[in-house]
């Protein structure tokens, strides 16, 4: 990884069946973090569905972080982060926030939400996607579990 950061994307995906109660609260407790296996450079993600009750599914870890849904840039020991949309998130946002400066040792919780038309039979998905991004090498693996240093918060009512 050019940049000395350590990445956890947390994806929680649902259906109408989990927007009233009781699917609601179960999918509400999902947490948005989690303890990292090692405090190295990586990029980590775990995936929530509905249909599994929510219990994350790891994917193999990386480390590089998908240049087209992530842009960092860093200048002088101060790390700019932002989050990309791509075409096809539904709602789109037309306005969207400044990226996120950090310097080393802190860490931002930056959280989106879409959803989208199933193809085989128009129904909706929805999803909260979490990047929980690092700065430098943290010293404790519960560091996502914390109170970040800053939060973009991006979600909008889904009808």
Not at 128 to 136: Q, R
Request: glycine share 6%; net charge positive.
């Amino acid at each position: 990884m050019d940049v000395d950061v350590v990445a956890q994307w947390v994806k929680t995906e649902w259906t109408k069946k989990s927007r009233g109660m009781p699917g609601a609260a179960l999918r509400n407790a999902a947490p948005v973090g989690f303890v990292l296996p090692h405090v190295s450079p990586a990029v980590h993600e775990a995936c929530l569905y509905e249909r599994y009750d929510f219990k994350p599914l790891w994917s193999d870890e990386s480390d590089e972080l998908d240049r087209w849904t992530v842009q960092l840039r860093e200048d002088d020991g101060v790390l700019s982060v932002q989050l990309q949309e791509t075409v096809w998130n539904r709602p789109r946002r037309w306005t969207r926030p400044a990226p996120v400066r950090l310097a080393r040792g802190e860490w931002v919780r930056w959280q989106i939400n879409h959803r989208f038309g199933r193809m085989y039979d128009g129904a909706w998905t929805y999803r909260l996607t979490t990047l929980n991004l690092a700065y430098g090498t943290p010293t404790d693996a519960k560091v996502f579990l914390g109170t970040p240093t800053r939060r973009v918060d991006e979600r909008i009512h889904l009808s």
